[in-house]
């Protein structure tokens, strides 16, 4: 069996990423079945609505051209499942979409479920997923890291410090979520009350790069 993983962010950019997610991808397969990595350029780069469609189109392209070249299955490497039906509707092989994997076996693990965003600006986005795949009333809450992809390739390349600080910084919007989101006699507030946004400068290094990317979408909003 051969499966396409489709990543949305640019091999060449992230190639520690790619090497990473390729090995492990295979490493876990079952036998005889090999997992070919692509990437898409442009990439997902300004996060928002708009670049989420431009991708979609770009996904169901490569799922239709796929199955052409004889894969078994698609897989949309994207949480964010941008197109997912509509490529699922475009081809007989299997689509299958990151997020809601990810999120019904998740479900099965546990009642309340929380999410951990690349970036605030999708916090929206995952509850309106999540309400599509039957499970809204299971995210307890949603913490953006204000993070962009070439962020994460100095932990993807092995280097420990990194790794550390980006848990740290997903540990330190964890609990800042968990304080927002406590009230009435201790207990979690519902998901649809009103969130302050995490304060991007919690993560070293990736505050300025937020700010630019939720400038954009403030200008793209007022147009």
């Known amino acids: ?55 979609a189109a770009l996904a169901i392209d490569r799922c239709i051209e796929a199955e052409a070249q004889g894969y078994d299955a698609f897989v949309m490497g994207h949480f964010q499942d941008p197109g997912l039906y509509e490529a699922r509707s475009a081809v007989r092989i299997p689509v299958v979409g990151a997020g809601e994997a990810t999120l019904h076996f998740a479900a099965q693990l546990g009642r309340r479920l929380g999410l951990v965003s690349i970036d605030p600006v999708f916090e929206v986005w995952h509850y309106e997923q999540a309400e599509r795949y039957g499970l809204r009333d299971r995210i307890s809450g949603v913490a953006g890291l204000g993070f962009v992809p070439e962020d994460f390739n100095p932990a993807f390349a092995g280097d420990e410090s990194a790794l550390a600080r980006m848990r740290g910084c997903a540990g330190r919007q964890l609990r800042l979520r968990r304080t927002q989101d406590r009230g009435d006699g201790g207990r979690t507030a519902s998901p649809r009350r009103p ?13 300025a790069r937020h700010r630019r990317l939720q400038a954009t979408d403030r200008r793209r909003a007022e147009r």
């Open 195 to 207: 969130r302050a946004q995490p304060r991007p400068e919690l993560c070293a290094g990736a505050g």
């Open 1 to 55: 069996m051969r499966i396409l993983w489709l990543s949305f962010v640019d091999a060449a950019h992230n190639a520690p990423y790619f090497e990473r997610l390729s090995r492990y991808l295979n490493d876990i397969a079952a036998p005889g079945t090999s997992v070919d990595v692509a990437g898409t350029s442009p990439p997902d780069r300004d996060f928002g609505r708009l670049t989420e469609f431009r991708c």
